[in-house]
Protein backbone atom coordinates (compact mmCIF):
# COMPACT_ATOMS: atom_id res chain seq x y z
CA UNK A 1 0.00 0.00 0.00
CA UNK A 2 1.39 3.77 -1.22
CA UNK A 3 2.55 5.70 1.56
CA UNK A 4 3.26 8.73 -0.19
CA UNK A 5 3.73 9.86 -3.78
CA UNK A 6 7.10 9.51 -5.51
CA UNK A 7 9.69 12.48 -6.18
CA UNK A 8 10.21 13.48 -9.02
CA UNK A 9 13.71 11.37 -8.86
CA UNK A 10 12.43 8.07 -7.63
CA UNK A 11 9.97 8.20 -10.03
CA UNK A 12 12.62 8.82 -12.81
CA UNK A 13 14.61 5.98 -11.23
CA UNK A 14 12.02 3.67 -11.34
CA UNK A 15 11.00 4.17 -14.92
CA UNK A 16 7.75 4.33 -16.75
CA UNK A 17 6.90 0.72 -16.25
CA UNK A 18 8.43 1.08 -12.00
CA UNK A 19 10.68 -1.73 -13.01
CA UNK A 20 13.80 0.73 -13.33
CA UNK A 21 16.06 2.52 -15.44
CA UNK A 22 19.28 2.31 -16.96
CA UNK A 23 21.86 5.11 -16.44
CA UNK A 24 25.46 6.13 -17.95
CA UNK A 25 27.56 6.22 -15.27
CA UNK A 26 30.93 8.61 -15.77
CA UNK A 27 33.84 8.83 -13.40
CA UNK A 28 37.39 10.44 -14.59
CA UNK A 29 38.07 7.16 -15.81
CA UNK A 30 35.37 6.43 -18.33
CA UNK A 31 31.57 5.78 -18.74
CA UNK A 32 29.83 2.73 -18.30
CA UNK A 33 26.00 1.49 -17.67
CA UNK A 34 24.17 0.61 -14.56
CA UNK A 35 20.82 -0.08 -14.12
CA UNK A 36 18.69 1.14 -11.08
CA UNK A 37 16.01 -1.68 -10.38
CA UNK A 38 12.44 -1.64 -9.06
CA UNK A 39 12.32 -5.29 -8.13
CA UNK A 40 11.45 -5.20 -4.83
CA UNK A 41 14.57 -5.03 -3.31
CA UNK A 42 16.36 -2.35 -5.07
CA UNK A 43 19.14 -3.72 -6.89
CA UNK A 44 21.51 -1.88 -8.38
CA UNK A 45 23.54 -3.49 -11.09
CA UNK A 46 26.16 -3.28 -13.04
CA UNK A 47 27.91 -5.22 -15.37
CA UNK A 48 31.37 -4.11 -15.84
CA UNK A 49 31.97 -4.12 -12.23
CA UNK A 50 29.79 -6.90 -10.74
CA UNK A 51 28.82 -7.31 -7.16
CA UNK A 52 25.54 -8.03 -5.14
CA UNK A 53 24.16 -4.20 -4.37
CA UNK A 54 21.14 -2.24 -3.53
CA UNK A 55 20.28 1.71 -3.96
CA UNK A 56 18.09 3.64 -1.48
CA UNK A 57 16.59 7.29 -1.69
CA UNK A 58 16.63 9.33 0.90
CA UNK A 59 16.09 13.63 1.76
CA UNK A 60 13.89 15.97 2.44
CA UNK A 61 13.24 16.16 -1.12
CA UNK A 62 13.29 12.51 -1.97
CA UNK A 63 16.32 13.45 -4.59
CA UNK A 64 19.49 11.69 -2.36
CA UNK A 65 20.63 8.51 -4.05
CA UNK A 66 23.24 6.32 -2.18
CA UNK A 67 24.26 3.49 -3.75
CA UNK A 68 25.43 0.18 -1.36
CA UNK A 69 27.76 -1.03 -4.22
CA UNK A 70 29.49 -3.89 -2.01
CA UNK A 71 33.43 -3.99 -2.51
CA UNK A 72 33.12 -0.74 -4.43
CA UNK A 73 32.14 1.53 -1.63
CA UNK A 74 29.35 4.24 -0.83
CA UNK A 75 28.26 6.51 -3.24
CA UNK A 76 26.06 9.53 -2.71
CA UNK A 77 24.49 11.20 -5.66
CA UNK A 78 21.97 14.14 -5.95
CA UNK A 79 19.42 13.67 -8.49
CA UNK A 80 17.47 15.57 -10.49
CA UNK A 81 14.50 13.77 -11.66
CA UNK A 82 13.26 16.22 -14.09
CA UNK A 83 16.52 16.67 -16.31
CA UNK A 84 17.16 12.96 -15.58
CA UNK A 85 21.24 13.50 -14.08
CA UNK A 86 22.54 13.11 -10.90
CA UNK A 87 26.20 13.98 -9.82
CA UNK A 88 28.32 12.61 -6.69
CA UNK A 89 30.94 10.82 -5.31
CA UNK A 90 32.23 8.13 -3.13
CA UNK A 91 31.07 8.40 0.31
CA UNK A 92 33.55 11.08 1.95
CA UNK A 93 35.94 11.52 -0.88
CA UNK A 94 34.25 14.50 -2.44
CA UNK A 95 37.12 14.39 -4.90
CA UNK A 96 35.84 11.16 -6.31
CA UNK A 97 33.03 11.97 -8.48
CA UNK A 98 30.20 10.15 -10.21
CA UNK A 99 28.02 11.59 -12.79
CA UNK A 100 25.10 10.33 -14.36
CA UNK A 101 22.86 10.51 -16.94
CA UNK A 102 19.45 8.06 -17.96
CA UNK A 103 19.23 6.10 -21.32
CA UNK A 104 16.14 4.34 -20.77
CA UNK A 105 13.69 2.43 -18.73
CA UNK A 106 13.84 -0.91 -17.97
CA UNK A 107 10.88 -3.05 -18.94
CA UNK A 108 9.39 -5.60 -16.26
CA UNK A 109 11.19 -8.31 -18.03
CA UNK A 110 15.03 -7.10 -17.38
CA UNK A 111 14.40 -7.93 -13.48
CA UNK A 112 15.01 -11.87 -14.14
CA UNK A 113 18.59 -11.78 -14.13
CA UNK A 114 18.94 -10.46 -10.83
CA UNK A 115 21.46 -13.54 -8.90
CA UNK A 116 19.80 -15.89 -6.80
CA UNK A 117 18.96 -14.64 -3.14
CA UNK A 118 20.28 -17.18 -0.05
CA UNK A 119 20.23 -14.07 2.52
CA UNK A 120 17.69 -11.58 3.56
CA UNK A 121 17.29 -7.81 2.33
CA UNK A 122 16.85 -6.53 6.04
CA UNK A 123 18.61 -3.58 5.21
CA UNK A 124 16.73 -1.33 7.91
CA UNK A 125 20.17 0.87 8.44
CA UNK A 126 18.90 2.69 5.12
CA UNK A 127 15.15 2.04 4.93
CA UNK A 128 14.50 3.25 7.85
CA UNK A 129 16.51 6.80 7.42
CA UNK A 130 15.32 7.67 4.25
CA UNK A 131 13.66 10.38 3.79
CA UNK A 132 14.98 12.27 6.77
CA UNK A 133 15.99 9.75 9.23
CA UNK A 134 12.64 9.57 11.08
CA UNK A 135 11.58 5.91 9.69
CA UNK A 136 8.44 7.38 7.54
CA UNK A 137 10.65 6.61 4.78
CA UNK A 138 9.74 4.65 2.22
CA UNK A 139 10.87 0.74 2.92
CA UNK A 140 11.33 -0.75 -0.77
CA UNK A 141 9.48 -0.27 -3.77
CA UNK A 142 8.27 -3.89 -3.28
CA UNK A 143 7.16 -4.53 -7.21
CA UNK A 144 7.52 -3.49 -10.35
CA UNK A 145 3.74 -2.26 -10.77
CA UNK A 146 3.99 -0.49 -7.29
CA UNK A 147 3.85 -0.33 -3.76
CA UNK A 148 4.31 3.63 -3.56
CA UNK A 149 1.88 5.71 -5.57
Known amino acids: RASRALSAAEACLLGSTGAGSAWNFEYNGGSFEVEFRG ?7 CKSYPDHSHWTMGGAEGN ?6 GKYGTYEIMVDGAASTGAGNLQGQPTNWR ?12 NS ?3 DH ?5 HTENAATSRGGDGAGVRGYRTALGDVA
Not at 39 to 45: A, E, K, S, T, V
Not at 118 to 122: A, Q
Open 118 to 122: DHTHE
Open 99 to 110: KMAKVRDLGVTN
Open 39 to 45: DGYNHFI
Open 113 to 115: DVP
Open 64 to 69: ELTISW
